[in-house]
């Protein structure tokens, strides 16, 4: 039902920076985690970054102290802020949500993906 979309990514020079947008098509009920993947061909899709419970946030090794993720408060919206980019962070990022509904229904959504390619 919930449908998720990602933006914002697209072809960047090495060093530059890129801010990735998740935007949810309506309001989920209760949110659990919130969190960007990304998946290089031929690669497994890895956790770069996550908000869990209480709001801490974890990160990847290969992206502390260049990502930032963070989370709209007025609005179901997943935010990703890509500074310093490496020709390694080339992959397709997606956005997850786990949730549960107000039937206790546990949900995990994902976005189709949007493309960040870091070359010169």
């Known amino acids: 039902q919930v449908q998720l979309v990602e933006s914002g990514g697209g072809l960047v020079q090495p060093g530059g920076s890129l801010r990735l947008s998740c935007a949810a098509s309506e309001t989920i009920f209760s949110i659990n985690t919130m969190a960007w993947y990304r998946q290089a061909p031929g690669n497994q899709r890895e956790l770069v970054a996550a908000?869990?419970?209480?709001?801490?946030?974890n990160y990847a090794d290969s992206v502390k102290g260049r990502f930032t993720i963070s989370r709209g408060k007025a609005e179901n919206t997943l935010y990703l802020q890509m500074n310093s980019l490496k020709p390694e962070d080339t992959a397709a990022y997606y956005c997850?949500?786990?949730?549960?509904?107000?039937?206790?229904?546990?949900?995990?959504?994902w976005g189709q993906g949007t493309q960040v390619t870091v070359s010169s």
């Open positions: 997850n949500i786990d949730s549960h509904d107000e039937y206790g229904v546990g949900h995990d959504y």
């Open positions: 908000i869990i419970s209480g709001g801490r946030t």
